[in-house]
């Protein structure tokens, strides 16, 4: 059974950074998309950025991008999402996903539904 583990969130003030970390287990060889997601109480989950199995392609919402960097290590299981420049806005509960990367992934990579498997959430909390 294929589990994710993101690391505790934390307390940030505007322009803060902060790392994010998804470590995987019990994952069957095969080729994965790793995203993160976030949701804000109330609100739909929504995508933020992804990155496929080696490294080489790297999606981001438009409203991440320039401040927010996605990567991973393979050897270690782990994806990792930096985030930089942090609005208040964006204190949400972020959660990593995994799914088998079809051929057709570069269109709905920013759903929800190619991604079988979800972490439990870590909570980005504003420290005001």
């Known amino acids: 059974q294929v589990q994710l583990v993101e690391s505790e969130g934390g307390l940030i003030q505007a322009g803060n950074s902060l790392r994010l970390s998804c470590s995987a287990s019990?994952?069957?060889?095969?080729?994965?998309?790793t995203a993160w997601f976030r949701q804000a109480p109330g609100k739909e989950r929504e995508f933020v950025s992804a990155?496929?199995?080696?490294?080489?392609?790297?999606y981001y919402a438009d409203s991440v991008k320039g401040r927010f960097a996605i990567s991973r290590d393979n050897d270690k299981n782990t994806v990792y999402l930096q985030m930089n420049s942090l609005e208040s806005e964006e204190t949400d509960v972020y959660y990593c996903?995994?799914?088998?990367?079809?051929?057709?992934?570069?269109?709905?990579?920013?759903?929800?539904?190619?991604?079988?498997?979800w972490g439990q959430g870590a909570q980005v909390a504003d420290s005001l």
């Open positions: 996903a995994e799914g088998l990367e079809a051929a057709d992934f570069f269109v709905y990579y920013h759903q929800e539904e190619p991604y079988t498997d």
């Open positions: 019990g994952r069957p060889y095969g080729r994965y998309v």
């Open positions: 990155v496929t199995w080696n490294g080489f392609r790297k």
